[in-house]
């Protein structure tokens, strides 16, 4: 018997079901009755009028019209169901399923041990699932259905609560080239021009001249390993620890280097593809101890430089 899943919402009334259908469903009716025979009496005891009467009787078709929507909509079958039904159709589709029932239907932070104990939970885990599972969230950040929180969590988007829906109900997703792009992780990148701000980074300067030279004693050839690099160290002579695409490119400017036709497609192939930096609520980048350690370690003491 699978689980069902209803809230009811009504002039200030809230409730919650959450139980096996036959239970959950009488429940429901019993309420929607109680509801309608509610209005009933407030009809009867007030005075009313002819139209005061339709009005009340147009209210309790609303009612029922939406709360009969209210229960197709918030209908959640469990994730056992899921499984059994096998909706989900590649295992990215399976990833972003498992991220929606982690994140409590899109409603809090998860992590990658809650996507590992679905998948152990739903006995679906083998060793190549796993080994994959790295490469199959990259999919999901790359399409813009999950966010990287903070070095741990994660959230799913909107973009990505629709998608998960429309696989657990399956139903057909709108959008034909952003699921192709669920299932490759290839999509095309954008066209559209980007324009960028000089900014003041408020550098006495000595701490100009010192992140010049700092810059210049590595000299970095790619431009994801230049970011990176100025990103460390405006955090350690100036304590700017949070970064958009206006201050990376004065920064560059400074330096005397180009910047990039797309810089925010920049970061966040820095952010999904290295996981040296993650974004944050205001919607601005900071370096995570992984990226720390890149720039000062393999950059900064080891000389290594990416020329891609």
């Known amino acids: 018997m699978s689980n069902l899943k209803i809230r009811i919402a009504y002039n200030g009334f809230e409730m919650e079901l959450d139980g096996d259908d036959e239970s959950v469903k009488e429940i429901y009716n019993d309420t929607k009755e109680e509801l ?29 019209i939406d709360l009969s929507n209210k229960m197709i909509e918030e209908e959640i079958p469990s994730i056992f169901d899921i499984a059994k039904k096998g909706l989900p159709k590649g295992e990215a589709d399976w990833v972003l399923v498992y991220c929606y029932y982690a994140s409590n239907y899109g409603q809090k932070p998860f992590n990658r041990n809650d996507i590992v104990n679905l998948y152990e939970g739903t006995n679906r885990s083998t060793p190549s699932r796993k080994a994959n599972l790295s490469n199959n969230l990259q999919t999901l950040f790359h399409n ?19 998608e998960a829906k429309a696989i657990i109900y399956g139903r057909n997703i709108s959008d034909k080239k952003s699921k192709k792009n669920l299932n490759n992780g ?10 960028y701000s000089i900014i003041d980074l408020n550098l006495s300067e000595e701490e100009t001249t010192q992140l010049k030279d700092e810059y210049g004693r590595v000299s970095p050839k790619g431009q994801k390993d230049q970011v990176l690099l100025l990103c460390y160290l405006l955090k350690n002579i100036k304590g700017v620890s949070e970064f958009d695409t206006h201050i990376i490119h004065t920064a560059l400017r400074l330096v005397n280097q180009k910047t990039p036709k797309l810089l925010s497609q920049t970061l966040r192939d820095i952010k999904n593809k290295q996981q040296f930096i993650y974004k944050n609520e205001n919607g601005k980048y900071s370096l995570n101890h992984v990226g ?7 950059l900064i003491q080891g000389g290594r430089n990416e020329s891609k």
């Open 36 to 64: 309608i025979r509610s209005i009933s009496r407030n009809i009867i005891k007030r005075p009313f009028t002819s139209a005061s009467i339709e009005e009340d009787i147009k209210d309790v078709e609303i009612l029922n």
């Open 144 to 162: 813009d259905l999950i966010s990287q929180l903070n070095e741990q969590d994660m959230i799913i988007t909107d973009k990505g609560n629709e």
């Open 186 to 195: 290839r999509q095309k990148g954008s066209s559209k021009r980007e324009t």
């Open 292 to 298: 720390e350690n890149y720039v000062k370690f393999d």
